[in-house]
């Protein structure tokens, strides 16, 4: 990853600031509606438009609200587990490279981690991998172009949709969310063809 001055950022240290503080903030969040608490994260942490951090801000937001019902019992470690799992796979660039945002995975992530997804289990990994189908699929009906705030919102919309049938407890979903920053997207943003834009 390179800044627009040609300065190489590695993936590593890319973000490594607001990686901490999302964890802190989801392990320290209340409430059981994830968008309020992605939209908290967006708001204090100061992200880009466009990035990674937003996956991280998906999963995070997820977990803690459901961690938040307490149906689940969830520890800071299964936080840290999801977040991690995520930062793995949300790379800068890939939603263009391989087709994949890294949001998906971190809705993934959030589910592997609750279900104890693995290679040798069997609805577990199906479920999880069901879901994040979704994701992708609905996420990819908003491209045009990319745009990660869109995503979030738009993910966990899917991911909620499944969470009471997969893995129990009811999340708040009630939310009316607006983007106020339209005017940052460096591609020009989708304007009336995104849920979200505020007209």
């Given at each position: 990853?390179?800044?627009?001055?040609?300065?190489?950022?590695?993936?590593?240290?890319?973000?490594e600031?607001?990686?901490?503080?999302?964890?802190?903030?989801?392990?320290?969040?209340?409430g059981?509606?994830?968008?309020?608490?992605?939209?908290?994260?967006?708001?204090?942490?100061?992200?880009?438009?466009?990035?990674?951090?937003?996956?991280?801000?998906?999963?995070?937001?997820?977990?803690a609200?459901?961690?938040?019902?307490?149906?689940?019992r969830?520890?800071?470690?299964d936080?840290?587990?999801?977040?991690?799992?995520?930062?793995?796979?949300?790379?800068?660039?890939?939603?263009?490279?391989?087709?994949?945002c890294?949001?998906?995975?971190?809705?993934?992530?959030?589910?592997?981690?609750?279900?104890?997804?693995?290679?040798?289990?069997?609805?577990?990994?199906?479920?999880?991998?069901?879901?994040?189908?979704?994701?992708?699929?609905?996420?990819?009906?908003?491209?045009?172009?990319?745009?990660?705030?869109?995503?979030?919102?738009t993910?966990?919309?899917?991911?909620?949709?499944?969470?009471?049938?997969?893995?129990?407890?009811?999340?708040?979903?009630s939310?009316?969310?607006?983007?106020?920053?339209?005017?940052?997207?460096?591609?020009?943003?989708?304007?009336?063809?995104?849920r979200?834009?505020?007209?």
């Open positions: 990853m390179s800044c627009p001055n040609g300065h190489y950022i590695c993936d590593s240290c890319h973000g600031d607001t990686f901490d503080l999302i964890y802190d903030m989801s392990i320290c969040s209340e059981i509606n994830p968008f309020v608490i992605a939209n908290e994260i967006i708001d204090k942490t100061k992200l880009p438009m466009l990035g990674c951090e937003h996956a991280w801000v998906a999963a995070g937001a997820l977990i609200a459901i961690r938040n019902e307490k149906t689940i969830i520890t800071d470690e936080i840290k587990e999801a977040l991690n799992r995520t930062k793995k796979q949300a790379i800068g660039a890939y939603c263009g490279l391989t087709g994949i890294g949001i998906a995975p971190a809705i993934g992530s959030v589910y592997s981690v609750i279900l104890g997804a693995a290679c040798p289990k069997d609805t577990e990994t199906s479920k999880t991998m069901f879901v994040v189908s979704k994701v992708i699929e609905d996420i990819s009906k908003q491209a045009g172009p990319c745009c990660c705030k869109n995503f979030v919102y993910a966990l919309e899917t991911a909620c949709r499944y969470s009471q049938e997969y893995l129990g407890g009811t999340l708040d979903t939310y009316n969310y607006t983007c106020m920053d339209s005017h940052r997207h460096p591609h020009g943003c989708r304007k009336e063809k995104c979200y834009y505020n007209i």
